[in-house]
């Protein structure tokens, strides 16, 4: 099946640093991929939309500005959180459409947990 | 009202139960309908697709309802190992692609 790589797995930084996580689709070609946050004993929440080759769709109540997303190729989307504080500390998800004909599945990176201190 | 809503749980059963979770989804224009686990600080994996002919695979069975928009996931024969939180998922194209997940239902399966 489809594989979703999602990097890094872990992350501890500082408050005020800023973190870049990684999600590739390792063996097809995703024109979206989505991101998603996932706090403790609660759902997914999807942050935003990323769109190969334009500007990312942010759910209502994430910040564009604060939450950076590129996804300058079909295999390759990042998001980079900036000026990371410990209310950002979370469990982030990636996920990537494939599209076979008619079906369309969705694939998950294994995610990342980001501690801010 | 939320636009996919789910059993709040969580569902204690013991072994060997069958267990049943139910979804409701708000938006008529949902177009395809997925049941996925997910283990506690894992991704989610995709379970299997709903379709409205019913689908089973092995102690698996899952049902669509369009006219009702209601979808069910039963396991049978339940296994320590089906301990997980089993998510509802529905896509929607409304002018672009959107995956709406449902909070999830939590199921423990004791000896």
């Given at each position: 099946?489809?594989?979703?790589?999602?990097?890094?797995?872990r992350?501890?930084c500082?408050?005020?640093?800023?973190?870049?996580?990684?999600?590739?689709?390792?063996?097809?070609?995703?024109?979206?991929?989505?991101w998603y946050?996932?706090?403790?004993?609660?759902?997914?929440?999807?942050m935003?939309?990323?769109?190969?080759?334009?500007k990312?769709?942010?759910?209502?109540?994430?910040?564009?500005?604060k939450?950076?997303?590129?996804h300058a190729?079909l295999?390759?989307?990042t998001l980079?959180?900036?000026s990371?504080h410990p209310e950002d500390?979370?469990?982030?998800?990636?996920?990537?459409?494939?599209?076979?004909g008619?079906?369309?599945?969705?694939?998950?990176?294994?995610?990342?947990q980001?501690?801010?201190l | 009202?939320k636009?996919?809503?789910?059993?709040?749980?969580?569902?204690?059963?013991?072994?060997?139960?069958?267990?049943?979770?139910?979804?409701?989804?708000?938006?008529?224009?949902s177009?395809?309908?997925?049941w996925y686990?997910?283990?506690?600080?894992?991704?989610?994996?995709?379970?299997?697709s709903?379709?409205?002919?019913?689908?089973e695979d092995?102690r698996?069975t899952?049902?669509?309802?369009?006219?009702?928009q209601?979808?069910?996931?039963?396991?049978?024969?339940?296994?320590?190992?089906?301990s997980?939180?089993?998510?509802?998922?529905?896509?929607l194209?409304?002018?672009g692609?959107?995956?709406?997940?449902?909070?999830g239902?939590r199921l423990?399966?004791k000896?």
């Amino acid at each position: 099946g489809a594989v979703v790589s999602q990097h890094p797995s872990r992350v501890i930084c500082k408050s005020g640093t800023s973190v870049k996580i990684e999600c590739r689709s390792l063996d097809f070609q995703a024109t979206t991929m989505f991101w998603y946050r996932q706090f403790p004993k609660q759902s997914l929440m999807l942050m935003a939309t990323s769109n190969e080759g334009s500007k990312a769709t942010y759910e209502q109540g994430v910040e564009k500005d604060k939450f950076l997303i590129n996804h300058a190729s079909l295999t390759l989307s990042t998001l980079t959180v900036t000026s990371a504080h410990p209310e950002d500390s979370s469990f982030y998800i990636c996920s990537a459409r494939e599209r076979t004909g008619a079906n369309e599945k969705l694939f998950f990176g294994s995610g990342t947990q980001l501690s801010v201190l | 009202r939320k636009e996919v809503e789910q059993d709040p749980g969580p569902f204690n059963v013991p072994e060997g139960a069958t267990v049943a979770f139910n979804c409701t989804y708000s938006n008529s224009a949902s177009q395809s309908f997925f049941w996925y686990r997910q283990d506690c600080r894992k991704e989610p994996k995709l379970l299997m697709s709903v379709y409205s002919s019913g689908n089973e695979d092995g102690r698996f069975t899952a049902q669509l309802n369009r006219a009702s928009q209601y979808i069910s996931l039963l396991i049978r024969d339940s296994k320590l190992s089906d301990s997980a939180t089993y998510l509802c998922v529905v896509n929607l194209n409304t002018g672009g692609f959107k995956t709406i997940f449902g909070a999830g239902t939590r199921l423990f399966v004791k000896a």
